[in-house]
């Protein structure tokens, strides 16, 4: 067990603006005692799917030059955290969909936390040409507890390949919590990337998308809820360098209380991704006079033939919908907790999973029952 | 047969770029020292507050780091930039007491025809002075002070200019507002008396002739209350192979129920640094337009502010960047709500052809105070050719709940289905192209002054031929 003064710059931007905004990165100054603990369990494992612990050389069964690929890869939380990575833990979960496989059944990962438990991971995910493959996981913790999770997630999206990457975070309001995410996606391949960002205390989430391949596509959506002093740092930043590459991003949540939010999401259409298309949309319901909100979309564009739009709407619940709801029986509140469930459920309808729809919906039911 | 690809021309600057012979003007030496600072406040007679300021602006230079945001500025060397240049002649009000040379350059830029035609006051500036400022008769009896900088420093506005000068910008706000509370020269001082409301503009011009030298005019525009003011400021220079830096400040008080509306054609040679501040505090149920096109510079940082301060208050910014060859164009706004009910909207557009670089940047700031405030910023890029960039960087950071925001912003070329459209309607191909780029302009230009209008439809100057490429 080592205690650790964690000084790092995390979520940086891709190029800087106004240093009075406070949006060029986030700057992580805290100790962190790392104990190794918390519990993971993989629920079933989907046949077509390979999933192996340690280093990789044993399991023998990758190409090796998706190994090397995959390695080089840069996460959203930048070059500082990484090294983070690399330096904390050698520990690596493998996990590979066989050329061709359609595997409709989700490969579900659940990291389970007490009070006072440390620890870091890393994925390693890789889909074969012609495959499709769904992972799910879930972090979970009590509603009071502390700790930190560090997490770090590689994705490798071969050749007309489709991932579905879900991550659902339920964490404690104490824990201090890493998501470090990165993606490269091959010809006509697809990433597909869900959030449910509920839970932690201080939360940095870092998504890196490489849209190397011709037709390759990026498709995110998360959705967050903050409250009390909760704090979340998010960081997108999708590269398109394929031609007729396509990216939507769509994020959308609810702050409450003194919760703080930081949204950066970065689109580069760079120089000869001709055809490729970009969006992103965020949407973020104000619910109380102490909240902050800072918001920062970027479009980087080094192309003539390609589209990029982005678009974000901030505020409170408009006075014609409370209006209107109150007519039909609710109160104010009543009518803040549903709207902020509404934005919710926009990416939790997408997960197509019971169990973890189930656990989300047990969340937030836990999350506004307090209210009453 | 080829076909000739459908082309976008760079600006005509055939009418701006003429120089004159600087002989017998005053150019202090090169570089910035206390002796230089000390010098230019010596030749400008200023009152012992203001040298006292410069010294100390120049402390605060000294200690500040360039950005390390934004383009590249590494080309310019403030050791190789000449601060100072006076030309030979007293400021006048009558254009014939001008000298020749100066007199035909403004001539030739339409200054003194605008003045007869449509302005209630015009201001020259020529390098580091105002050689020209008269405003009509008219206008001077409502109370309407504009004059020269100088001049309100050591006249009966002292104590107004002490009040207010560099007060919304102070020195340490960034390097070259340190830089430009060093070393100003020139500018104007415009007092709007409470009620007054002018139905015509008031216009400065600056010109910058000598080679290798910095203009750091500062105005100063004070609108009291239930005021009503348009003032208009153009700029403009010769192309030299040196670089040339223009670091001015514009203060802008806008009283309880006053309206200002200041638009701004800047069309700096492409040799020239243009990092220039502006900024306006409103007071209670005030309202500031700002109308600007940027067209000149090498590089520009250019993003004017509105301080929301007072309950009811609104600020307004239309834009358009033009970023051709050889330039790399920051340009945007920033909005800040204090007060209750303010309302803020920006609208811009910027264009990038011949590998240019325009970068639309923006902040909007909604301080907890400002409870039921509403903001709008939408932006829009074109790009003209594969070997230009444009990027978009607009933040927006809200503090309380009580806040309406909306944002979005596009990137991308002419749009295939719209000129369809136009040519399924029988428009041929070049002039379909042709109206969308001029239509993509058009909330620009139709909220200039019909002249300034005339001058930006000059400088854009759409020329759509050929068949497609």
Known sequence: MESRQLQLKINPLPTLTWNFLKLNSAVIDETVTLNGRGKSTIQNIPRGVIVSSGSCEECGGCDISAIQDIRQMKTGLGAEADAFFEEVTDDMLHIRSKKNMQ??????????????????????????????????????????????????????????????????????????????????VEEGAKVELLQMELGGGRNYTGTDIDLAGYKSEFAG????????????????????????????????????????KNFRGTIDLKHGAKGAKGNEQEETLLLSDGVQNKTLPLILCDEDDVEGSH???IGRLSQEMLFYMQTRGFTEHEAQVLMAKGQLNFVRDLIGDEKSVGRIQHYTEGVFGDDR | MEKERTEVDDIDRSIYDFKDSEEGFYRIKEGLTKEIVEKISEEKHDPEWMRDFRLKSLEIYEKLEVPDWGPDISGLNIDDIVTYVRPNTKMSAKWEEVPDDIKNTFERLGIPQAERESLAGVGAQYDSELVYHNVKDEVSKTGVIYTDMESALTGEYEQMVKDHFMKLVPPTDHKFAALHGAVWSGGSFVYVPPGVKLDIPLQSYFRLNAAGAGQFEHTLIIVSEGADLHFIEGCSAPKYNVANLHAGC???????????????????????????TKRAICEEGASIEW???????????????????????????????????????????KMVHIGRDTSSFI????????????????????????????????????????????????????????????????????????????????????????????????????????????EMNNLIRLEMKGAIG
């Open chain 1, 103 to 184: 595997i409709s059944e989700p490969l579900c990962i659940s990291y389970e936390f007490a009070d006072g438990d440390a620890n870091a991971v890393r994925q390693e995910i890789i889909a074969e040409e012609d495959s499709r493959l769904t992972v799910i996981m879930d972090y979970t913790a009590g509603r009071k507890n502390g700790g930190f999770f560090g997490v770090q997630t590689r994705v490798k999206a071969c050749r007309n390949s489709v991932v579905r990457l879900i991550k659902i975070n339920l964490l404690g309001d104490s824990f201090l919590h890493f998501d470090g995410i990165a993606a490269l």
């Open chain 2, 347 to 454: 609208n811009t557009k910027s264009i990038s052809k011949d590998g240019g670089i325009s970068t639309y940047r923006s902040s909007v700031t909604v301080m907890p105070t400002a409870e039921n405030a509403k903001a709008s910023v939408s932006c829009a890029s074109l790009m003209l050719d594969d070997i230009s960039r444009s990027d978009t960087v607009p933040a927006m950071d809200i503090r309380t709940d009580k806040a309406d925001i909306g944002h979005e912003a596009k990137i991308g070329r002419i749009s295939d289905d719209a000129v369809f459209y136009l040519m399924s309607r029988g428009i041929d191909e070049e002039d379909a192209k042709a109206m969308i780029v001029s239509g993509f302009a058009d909330p620009v230009s139709k909220e200039l002054p019909l002249e300034y209008a005339v």
């Open chain 1, 221 to 260: 959506n998360a959705a967050f809820l903050c409250l009390g002093d909760q704090m979340l740092d998010m960081n997108y930043y999708i590269g398109h360098r394929g031609k007729k590459s396509l990216s939507t991003l769509g994020v959308k949540g609810a702050l409450r209380d003194r919760a703080v």
């Open chain 1, 311 to 313: 678009g974000a709407t």
């Open chain 2, 250 to 276: 514009v203060e802008l008080y806008v009283g309880k129920n006053a309206r200002l509306r200041y638009s701004t054609i800047e069309n700096w040679s492409k040799n020239m640094y243009n990092l220039n």
């Open chain 2, 291 to 333: 109308i600007s096109g940027s067209f000149g510079s090498h590089v520009s940082y250019l993003y004017p502010s509105s301080i929301l301060k007072g309950n009811d208050s609104h600020a307004e910014f239309t834009g358009i960047t033009f970023a051709g060859r050889g330039q790399n164009l920051d340009t945007g706004a």
